[in-house]
DNA sequence: GATGTCGTCATCCTTTCGGATGATTTTACA
DNA sequence: TGTAAAATCATCCGAAAGGATGACGACATC
C-alpha cells in the first residue's frame, strides 16, 4: 500500500518531467496541450483505477473468509437460489476461494481470457489457477472439472 | 458498471474541453502545460481511485447479502430421477438427437476422442456435430454449450 | 426422380487449453 | 519479523478444440 502510493507519486513526477522535457524538444506541434492533457488524464485514470480495485481486493478477501466459516455451521445443505459452496469437500481438496471463483467463471462458459479481464488478471494468471484447480479435482479437461464440481456442490 | 464508465467518459471530455477553453482565454502564463498536467493527473488519479472504491464496493455489498441469506435459507432435497429433455426447445433450435446425444456426453466431461470412440464414430464426425450444436446454441465454447444447454433444459 | 435432412468423414488452419516449471509478490499468522 | 500459503505472471510446448468448407450415402417425402 505505501509502495503503491509511492510508485504513484514517482511516476507522476516521471511523467511530468518527460512532458516538460519532450515539449522543448520536438512535439511543439499545434494543440500539444490538449493531447498531453488528454494522455496523462487516460494514463492516471486507468492507473487510478487499478490503484483503487487493488487496494480494496484485500478487504474484499478478507470477507470472504470470513463468509467461509459462517458457512460452515449449516454444512451439507444444497442450497438452491443463492448457492452455497460445499466448503467442506472444498477443504478437504485444497480448494481456494480464488480458484473457485475461477471454476464458477468456467461453469458458466467463458474463456481464459474473457475470466481473465472480468478479474482484472493476466491469462496466465487464469491458467495457473486452472491447473491448479483441475488437479485438486483430479479433471483433465474444464468440462470435466465442472461436472466434478457440480457433483461436489462446489458449484450451482 | 456501463453507466459509470459512462460518466467517466462524460467528465473526461468536460474536462479536457474547459481544459482547451481556458487555456486560450487568461491562463497562458508560463509553465501551464506542466500544471495543467498534473492537475489533471491528480483530478483523474482521484477519481479513477475513487471510481474502483465503488465498484469494489458494490461487489461487497452483493457478497455480504448473499451470504445472509445462506445462513437463513437451509436446505432443499435435489431431484435426481430419470431426466427428460425439453423438447420443445430443441425442436425449435433445430438441434438434432444425435447432436444432443453429443452434448450430453460433452457435458459430462469427455474429449472429441472419447466421445468418438463411445458412439464408434470418427473425431472428425464428432467435431462436426460439436460445430453444429454450437451455432444452433450460439456458443463459442464447449463449456458455453453446456451451460446453454441446461439453462434451456436440454441436459441434466 | 428431385429435394431435403441427417449422419458421416475429411482437410486446412487458427485459436484455445493444458502441462510443466520457475519466479515474484501479497497476505496471514505465529 | 520471519514464514507459509495464496495469488500473480511468464515462457515453452504439445494437445485439444473450433471454424470453414466440401463431400458422400441413407432415408424420407413430395
Redesign the interface.
Known amino acids: 500500500m505505501r509502495r503503491h502510493v509511492l510508485i504513484?507519486g514517482l511516476v507522476?513526477g516521471l511523467?511530468?518531467a518527460t512532458?516538460?522535457y519532450t515539449?522543448y524538444r520536438f512535439v511543439i506541434i499545434e494543440h500539444?496541450?490538449?493531447l498531453?492533457?488528454?494522455l496523462?488524464?487516460?494514463?492516471?485514470?486507468?492507473?487510478?483505477?487499478?490503484?483503487?480495485?487493488?487496494?480494496?481486493?484485500s478487504?474484499?478477501t478478507i470477507?470472504?473468509t470470513v463468509?467461509v466459516r459462517?458457512?460452515l455451521?449449516?454444512a451439507e445443505?444444497?442450497?438452491?437460489?443463492?448457492f452455497?459452496p460445499n466448503t467442506a469437500h472444498q477443504q478437504t481438496l485444497g480448494i481456494t476461494a480464488r480458484e473457485l471463483e475461477i471454476l464458477t467463471l468456467?461453469?458458466?462458459?467463458?474463456?481464459n481470457r474473457e475470466i481473465a479481464t472480468q478479474l482484472f488478471v493476466s491469462e496466465n494468471t487464469v491458467k495457473t489457477h486452472c491447473a491448479r484447480a483441475f488437479d485438486k479435482l483430479g479433471?483433465?479437461?474444464?468440462?470435466?472439472?465442472?461436472?466434478?464440481g457440480k457433483e461436489l456442490g462446489l458449484l450451482p
Open positions: 504513484f507522476g511523467l511530468i512532458l516538460q515539449e500539444s496541450v490538449e498531453y492533457s488528454a496523462v488524464a487516460i494514463l492516471f485514470a486507468t492507473f487510478g483505477i487499478w490503484l483503487g480495485l487493488r487496494i480494496t481486493r478487504r474484499e470477507r470472504e463468509v459462517e458457512v455451521v449449516p445443505a444444497p442450497a438452491l437460489e443463492p452455497a468456467i461453469a458458466r462458459g467463458f474463456s479433471a483433465a479437461r474444464r468440462t470435466q472439472a465442472v461436472q466434478r
